[in-house]
């Protein structure tokens, strides 16, 4: 295998934590890491020669333009959650600065992650993310939507995660896996509700073995370069009772939670909402047309259930 120079953002991260030890442990790629504070890495960057940490922002992505000029694949996870101008600067502006300062006759391929979040179910653009999505969402939506304009565009491959699980001692845990927990430990009382909605998840270990897989076999000419990950649909109701039986709680009659009623208690206990909050409460399924995992590729996949899921995040099995 022909051995290329990666340029890597967001290896701090939950996500690229997991990508960047699989590209050190199971490839001899150069790696080149864009990170601020390399003291956040927990993964052993000296395991190996060819690994360079690259301490900076993505707010200065010029000083590297030379190095981009010779990068033969890019892996861009960086991104900004808070504060609506460094989202915006974070996200899109140098997103785009960066992806334009490779040289499209030497790079073969750039993966950008976006987010499932700015597509519907049908895998196009969901207009609300633009319009009333959370400053990330609307920075993911708009960096999206101007990917064509690059020269590199057609070397581009978008990966658009779906929830996002993962995280260990070694690790960053994810919102997600963190929020499991807690969920769980609600478990005696979401036994008793009934609540329609659907959704994929993906564990950030499986993303780290598809981005693996596609750095050395970039899409042909002709596949799709859009890859929503995720395991097949979960519901609401079906997680709930996966949850009760890895707890050994018995589920004995169910109270539908419909839309009216869930507002009625939003009201009552004066919960404040965002719009998109509101909107993902009557959206409900958050599925999409075609997902990737691992199996895709003829890989093993890491969690494909949600019972992965619970134990993956610590919750002890009763």
Not at 2 to 18: D, M
Request: positive net charge.
């Amino acid at each position: 295998m022909t051995l290329k120079r990666i340029f890597v953002t967001g290896a701090s991260g939950c996500i690229g934590h997991y990508v960047v030890e699989a590209l050190i442990q199971e490839t001899n790629h150069e790696l080149f890491l864009l990170v601020r504070n390399p003291d956040k890495l927990k993964f052993d960057y000296r395991a190996r020669p060819g690994i360079t940490i690259l301490q900076a922002d993505m707010r200065e992505i010029d000083r590297f333009s030379d190095l981009l000029k010779t990068i033969d694949c890019a892996v861009l996870i960086a991104t900004a959650w808070g504060g609506t101008q460094e989202v915006y600067d974070v996200n899109v502006v140098k997103t785009l600065r960066l992806l334009s300062l490779l040289d499209p006759t030497v790079c073969q391929q750039a993966i950008y992650f976006a987010t499932a979040s700015i597509l519907d179910r049908n895998n196009e653009p969901l207009k609300e993310a633009e319009t009333i999505g959370t400053d990330y969402i609307r920075s993911k939506y708009a960096c999206f939507r101007q990917l064509g304009k690059l020269k590199i565009a057609p070397r581009i491959t978008t990966l658009f995660p779906t929830l996002l699980l993962g995280g260990d001692a070694h690790k960053p845990q994810s919102h997600v896996s963190s929020g499991v927990v807690q969920v769980a430990n609600w478990a005696g009382l979401l036994r008793f509700l009934k609540a329609e909605g659907s959704f994929h998840f993906i564990h950030g270990k499986d993303i780290a073995q598809i981005v693996r897989h596609l750095v050395d076999h970039p899409p042909a000419d002709g596949e799709s370069r859009e890859l929503v990950l995720g395991n097949q649909m979960m519901t609401v109701n079906g997680a709930i009772e996966e949850t009760c039986f890895y707890l050994n709680k018995r589920i004995y009659f169910r109270i539908p939670l419909t839309p009216g009623l869930a507002n009625v208690l939003i009201t009552l206990f004066r919960i404040k909402m965002a719009a998109w909050d509101r909107f993902s409460m009557h959206y409900r399924h958050f599925t999409h047309r075609y997902v990737v995992s691992p199996e895709v590729f003829g890989l093993p996949t890491y969690c494909a259930t949600f019972t992965d899921v619970l134990k993956l995040s610590g919750v002890q099995r009763r």
